[in-house]
C-alpha cells in the first residue's frame, strides 16, 4: 500500500474510559461528556463491495472516496495518491512516481473489499471499515479520510482484526481531536490585569529560591524527580551547584539518570578514581545513540559529583546510577541487534530504580532522579482515560503519591523531536516571571492557580489533564529566549570515534556513509564537528521571542493571532502611517545587508533581514535575495523617498516609495504591510518584487 500511516499512530486504542482526571478542572469533565454526543458523529452500514461502485472516481463520500483508494492501490498508480491524498501527504508523492505491478490475486483482494462500516466525525474526520479476504483469515482494513476542499481525501491507513477494535481505534482518534480541540479553545481574558494579579501574589506567597525549593524537597520526599528538557546549560549548573551543597549528600544518596545502563562500570569507575579524570565519562557519552552524547553541560554534572565526594567518607558518597535502556555498540553488529535492547523505557527505568533501591536498603538516604519532562510525569492522562504510564507514574504507583516529589523544569510548547509551538498557557507563566523581574523562582503545582492550567506543554501527548496532575511542583531559572543549546565537549570526535559513528550510521542506515546522509563533504571529525555546531552552542533559534510569540497572547485566547492582528489592522486602517517607520527599517536593512555574502549557501538566504524586520515574497523569496544583491551590489539605493500612506487594494496599510539609484534610474511602487501577531511587527508583503517584474519594467537598469 502506499501512503500508509504507522499502526502504531492509528491503531494503538484501548477500551475507552471517560473517567474524569484526578483534580480535572470541570470544562475537561464537561468536553469528555461531550464526546458522547451523537450529533458529532455519523455511523452508517453500507454492506457493499469496492467492484459493486459506479466506475468514475468520486470523493464525495468516505465510502466513494475509499474505493477510488483501493482502485489506485489494485492498478498500481502510484502517482494517483497525490490526487487522492491530504496535502501533507500528497507533497511526498512524485507526481511522475512510476506505476508499479500489483499482482492479480492482491489486485482481486482491493476490488473484493466490502465495505461495511462509515463514522464520520464533525463531517472534518472519517473511518472505513472494509473487510478484505485473505486466504487465511479475514482482516479489516481502516483506512481514515479528512475533508479538504469539500473533499473526501486519504490520511492513513491501518489493518486490525475486527470491528470492534476499529471502532475503538476510530474512537481514541475522536478523543485526540477533542483533547486538541479544547486545547485550542481557550477563551479570552475580560480582565487580564486581575487574572494576572492572582498569579503574581501566589508567587510573591509561595516562590521560593530554587536551591532552597530543592533541598527541602529532597529532604522531604524519598524520591524527587526533575523533568527536564535536554541541553539545558543554566539548569545543568543548577543542578551542579544543587549537588555541591554540603545538605544535599546529608539527605540524598543515589543520582539517577536517563542514560545507558550498560556503561554503568565506567561511571563507577569515574566516581572512584582518586584524580579527576572524566575519561570514562566522555566513553559513555560516546556510546549513546549514534552520535553519543556530547553535552558539556551534563559532563560538568558529573564533574560536579566527584567533586562533592572528595570530602565524603566513602559510605557516604553520592552514587550515580544509569537506569535507561542499554546500547551497546560494541556487541551492535547488525541492524536487528539493536531490537533485543527495545523495550518499554519508562517501565524498565522505574523497576530499575526499584530494584537499585531495595539493593541499597541500608542507605536510607532519599534519590534524585533527572530524566526527560515526558517520562517524568506521574499522573497525566490520555484522551481515552487511560494513564500515560511513564517512568513517573511507575515509581508513583510502586512507592506511593506522597513518597514521590515531581518537579519540571519551565520549558515551550514542544514535541520530542525539537518541534516548537509558542509558550505554555499561552504565555500566562512567562508573564507572571516577568512581573517579578524573571528571578528564579520554584514553586507548588499541587495547590494554587498554576496547577490549575490545563496541561499544554507536550505536543506529542495531547492531554485533558492539568499541571498538577503531571507535577507537584515547577521551577523556572530564567527567560527561554536567553538560552543557548548545550556547547559541546571538546575532542569528543575524534578521528577514531568518527570512524565508529560512521559504522553506526551505515548500520542503521543500509550502509550509506554519514557525510551522505546529511549532505557533508566528507567523514571527518572536522566536518562532524562543523555540522554539530550549527546548533550546539548556540542561541536556540526556535526558542527566540520572534518564534515564542508575545507573552500576552493569553489575553486573547486561543485565536490571539486573529485577533491581534484583525486589532492592528483595524488601527492602520484608521491611522495607515503607523507602518512608515516600518518601512524605513526595512529600506534600511536592504542598504546595509552584505551583497557580496553567498546566500544561497546552506539556507542562509532566510537570515538575509535582520530578526526585527521582514518581508514576504509574493514567490522564490531566495531569488528576491539574489536579485536585490546583484542589482544593489553594482547600482545601489542613495536615497528612500517615501509618500503618503494609504490602504492598498487587499486593505493593508501601504507606503508608496520611490529609491533613486546611484548610477541614475529608480524603482518605484507600493509597499503594502501586515501585522505578524508572532513577532509583533508590521512586515512588508510584495510591494518590493522586483525580481519577478520583467527587466522592461525595471526603470535603471544597469547596463550590462
Known amino acids: 500500500m502506499s501512503l500508509l500511516t504507522s499502526a502504531a499512530t492509528v491503531c494503538c486504542a484501548t477500551i475507552i474510559s471517560c473517567s474524569k482526571a484526578p483534580g480535572g478542572a470541570a470544562d475537561s469533565a464537561a468536553a469528555k461528556s461531550a464526546l458522547v454526543d451523537t450529533n458529532q458523529l455519523r455511523v452508517y452500514q453500507i454492506g457493499k463491495k469496492v467492484s459493486a461502485f459506479p466506475p468514475a472516481e468520486d470523493l464525495s463520500t468516505p465510502e466513494a472516496a475509499y474505493v477510488a483508494c483501493n482502485r489506485v492501490s489494485a492498478s498500481g498508480d502510484e502517482a494517483g495518491w497525490r490526487r487522492l491524498s491530504v496535502e501533507r501527504l500528497a507533497r511526498a508523492v512524485a507526481s511522475d512516481a512510476k506505476r508499479r505491478e500489483v499482482k492479480a490475486s492482491a489486485a482481486k483482494e482491493w476490488l473484493e473489499a466490502e465495505v461495511v462500516e462509515i463514522r464520520i466525525y464533525r463531517d472534518t474526520n472519517a473511518a472505513v471499515f472494509a473487510h478484505i479476504p485473505h486466504a487465511w483469515k479475514k482482516i479489516i482494513d481502516v483506512r481514515s479520510f479528512e475533508r479538504e476542499g469539500g473533499r473526501w481525501l486519504n490520511s492513513g491507513n491501518c489493518v486490525l482484526g475486527s470491528l470492534d477494535e476499529s471502532r475503538a481505534a476510530f474512537l481514541e482518534t475522536v478523543l485526540v481531536k477533542e483533547t486538541v480541540a479544547l486545547r485550542d479553545s481557550r477563551k479570552p481574558i475580560a480582565d487580564p490585569a486581575a487574572h494576572l494579579r492572582t498569579f503574581v501574589e501566589f508567587l510573591q506567597k509561595e516562590g521560593q529560591e530554587p536551591k532552597e525549593f530543592l533541598l527541602e524537597a529532597v529532604a522531604k520526599h524519598p524520591m524527587v524527580i526533575i523533568g527536564e528538557l535536554h541541553h539545558r546549560p543554566s539548569y545543568w549548573a543548577f543542578n551542579s551547584s544543587l549537588v555541591g551543597e554540603a545538605r544535599f549528600a546529608d539527605k540524598v544518596g543515589t543520582i539517577y539518570l536517563e542514560l545507558p545502563q550498560n556503561d554503568q562500570p565506567l561511571v563507577e569507575k569515574f566516581l572512584a578514581a582518586p584524580t579527576l579524570d572524566p575519561a570514562p565519562v566522555i566513553a559513555m557519552l560516546r556510546d549513546f545513540f549514534e552520535m553519543g552524547w556530547p553535552d558539556q553541560?551534563?559532563?560538568?554534572?558529573?564533574?560536579?559529583?566527584?567533586?562533592?565526594?572528595?570530602?565524603?567518607?566513602?559510605?557516604?558518597?553520592?552514587?550515580?546510577?544509569?537506569?535507561?535502556?542499554?546500547?551497546?555498540?560494541?556487541?551492535?553488529?547488525?541492524?536487528?541487534?539493536?531490537r533485543k535492547y527495545d523495550t518499554d523505557r519508562d517501565a524498565l527505568m522505574a523497576r530499575n530504580i526499584i530494584?537499585?533501591?531495595?539493593?541499597?536498603?541500608?542507605?536510607?538516604?532519599?534519590?534524585?532522579?533527572?530524566?526527560?519532562?515526558?517520562?517524568?510525569?506521574?499522573?497525566?492522562?490520555?484522551?481515552?482515560?487511560?494513564?500515560?504510564?511513564?517512568?513517573?507514574?511507575?515509581?508513583?504507583?510502586?512507592?506511593?503519591?506522597?513518597?514521590?516529589?515531581?518537579i519540571l523544569q519551565h520549558r515551550p510548547v514542544s514535541a520530542n523531536n525539537g518541534r516548537v509551538e509558542g509558550r505554555v498557557a499561552l504565555g500566562l507563566f512567562d508573564s507572571a516571571f516577568a512581573a517579578l523581574t524573571n528571578r528564579p523562582l520554584a514553586f507548588p503545582l499541587d495547590h494554587g492557580p498554576f496547577g490549575e492550567q490545563l496541561y499544554d506543554a507536550s505536543l506529542d501527548h495531547p492531554t485533558f489533564s492539568l499541571y498538577r496532575d503531571a507535577a507537584s511542583a515547577y521551577l523556572y531559572l530564567g527567560r527561554l529566549e536567553d538560552e543557548i543549546f548545550s556547547p559541546l565537549i571538546p575532542a569528543f570526535y575524534t578521528a577514531e570515534h568518527i570512524k565508529e559513528i560512521d559504522r553506526r550510521y551505515r548500520l542503521m542506515n543500509d550502509d550509506r556513509p554519514w557525510h551522505e546522509i546529511f549532505r557533508r563533504k566528507e567523514t571527518t571529525p572536522e566536518e562532524f564537528i562543523a555540522w554539530m555546531s550549527k546548533d550546539w552552542g548556540q542561541p536556540r533559534r526556535e526558542w527566540s521571542a520572534a518564534s515564542l510569540g508575545p507573552l500576552h497572547a493569553w489575553h486573547y485566547g486561543s485565536e490571539w493571532r486573529k485577533a491581534m492582528r484583525d486589532g492592528a489592522l483595524r488601527e492602520a486602517?484608521?491611522?495607515?502611517?503607523?507602518?512608515?517607520?516600518?518601512?524605513?527599517?526595512?529600506?534600511?536593512?536592504?542598504?546595509?545587508?552584505?551583497y557580496t555574502r553567498d546566500w544561497k549557501q546552506k539556507d542562509a538566504w532566510m537570515h538575509f533581514l535582520p530578526e526585527d524586520t521582514d518581508y514576504l515574497a509574493a514567490s522564490g523569496f531566495n531569488a528576491w535575495v539574489d536579485w536585490v544583491c546583484r542589482e544593489f551590489s553594482t547600482n545601489p539605493i542613495v536615497e528612500i523617498e517615501l509618500g503618503p500612506c494609504r490602504a492598498s487594494r487587499a486593505g493593508l496599510p501601504a507606503a508608496a516609495y520611490k529609491l533613486a539609484r546611484k548610477t541614475g534610474g529608480t524603482?518605484?511602487?507600493?509597499?503594502?504591510?501586515?501585522?505578524?501577531?508572532?513577532?509583533?511587527?508590521?512586515?512588508?508583503?510584495?510591494?518590493?518584487?522586483?525580481?519577478?517584474?520583467?527587466a522592461s519594467r525595471i526603470q535603471g537598469r544597469p547596463p550590462k
Open 297 to 338: 553541560a551534563m559532563l560538568d554534572f558529573f564533574v560536579a559529583v566527584w567533586k562533592a565526594n572528595q570530602p565524603l567518607p566513602p559510605a557516604r558518597r553520592l552514587r550515580i546510577v544509569l537506569v535507561d535502556m542499554a546500547r551497546p555498540w560494541t556487541e551492535i553488529k547488525a541492524r536487528q541487534d539493536c
Open 355 to 406: 530494584s537499585d533501591r531495595r539493593a541499597h536498603r541500608r542507605d536510607s538516604r532519599h534519590a534524585l532522579f533527572i530524566v526527560g519532562a515526558t517520562h517524568a510525569c506521574s499522573g497525566l492522562q490520555q484522551p481515552t482515560g487511560e494513564w500515560f504510564k511513564r517512568a513517573g507514574w511507575h515509581l508513583r504507583q510502586e512507592l506511593g503519591p506522597d513518597q514521590v516529589r515531581v
Open 573 to 594: 486602517s484608521r491611522r495607515p502611517e503607523v507602518v512608515l517607520p516600518h518601512a524605513q527599517r526595512l529600506f534600511a536593512a536592504i542598504r546595509r545587508a552584505d
Open 667 to 694: 524603482l518605484e511602487g507600493e509597499l503594502p504591510f501586515d501585522f505578524n501577531p508572532a513577532t509583533q511587527c508590521w512586515h512588508g508583503q510584495g510591494g518590493l518584487d522586483w525580481h519577478l517584474r520583467s
